[in-house]
């Protein structure tokens, strides 16, 4: 995330935060998945600029939200690809 946003000119030390803390909630809603990123977004309010915010509670598709800037997509396309990279990982040394 820190290096795509350097790449598309914005914050990078906001866009590495964002990935770093976007699946905080990840253990507490395993169970929930239309939550996920909800309740991280709710831990993180007020710690984050509200873009931020909005980029963590929409990155997953099942709460339903839309996105509506570049760190929104580029959460949800490095999210997609670390989660195909760990698979392949997985099923690779399986």
Sequence with gaps: MEELAR????NAEEWKIVGLLHDLDHDETRDALHEHGIVAAEKLKGKLPEHCIH????HD????LKTESKLDKA???SDSLANLIERTDRTVKS
Excluded at 55 to 58: K, L, N, T
Excluded at 61 to 64: F, I, N, Q, R
């Design 75 to 77: 959460l949800i396309a």
């Design 7 to 10: 790449m598309l000119g914005e």
């Design 61 to 64: 598709s099942g709460t339903g």
């Design 55 to 58: 980029a963590i509670r929409a």
